[in-house]
């Protein structure tokens, strides 16, 4: 068991897009449309998060290379009762950045969460509307140099 020895590989540019959405009550996306969020704007702090968190994912899950990423881009938009995220990652490495795409908008997608959470629960403090789903590499790439 251990990390996949890459060091033979040749680098090449390396381009991966993943996706996934939050579904929220309708009146918590249009709070979040008018700036009425008591933590601040959700999606600035989601796409910090991502980012972030993208640049750390060999640090997240064990068996990732590190990778210096020349950049990470996200996409949020609001929907009636959703917000979809799309996070695109590049570099020039020895392997792919798939795994930085989805771990940037599965954090991004959380960090949404954690801001609004106070207007998702119910009484009993559950979340019966909301959830993440459909989180998936949309696009890999592999490009020699």
């Known amino acids: 068991m251990g990390m996949v020895n890459i060091s033979e590989k040749p680098v090449s540019r390396r381009y991966a897009e993943a996706t996934g959405k939050i579904v929220l009550k309708p009146e918590t996306v249009e709070k979040i449309r008018k700036g009425e969020i008591e933590k601040g704007d959700p999606l600035f702090a989601a796409e910090i998060a991502g980012v972030s968190a ?16 020349d950049y990470v881009r996200f996409y949020l938009s609001l929907k009636k009762d959703s917000i979809e995220g799309r996070c695109s990652v590049g570099a020039q490495a020895k392997t792919g950045v798939e795994m930085e795409a989805i771990v940037g908008v599965s954090v991004a997608l959380n960090t949404i969460w954690d801001m609004v959470k106070y207007l998702e629960k119910d009484e009993n403090g559950q979340y019966p509307y909301t959830k993440i789903e459909d989180i998936r590499v949309l696009i890999k790439r592999k490009e020699e140099i």
Request: charged content about 5%.
């Open 54 to 69: 993208a640049k750390q994912t060999h640090l997240l899950i064990p068996f990732c290379h590190q990778i210096p990423l």
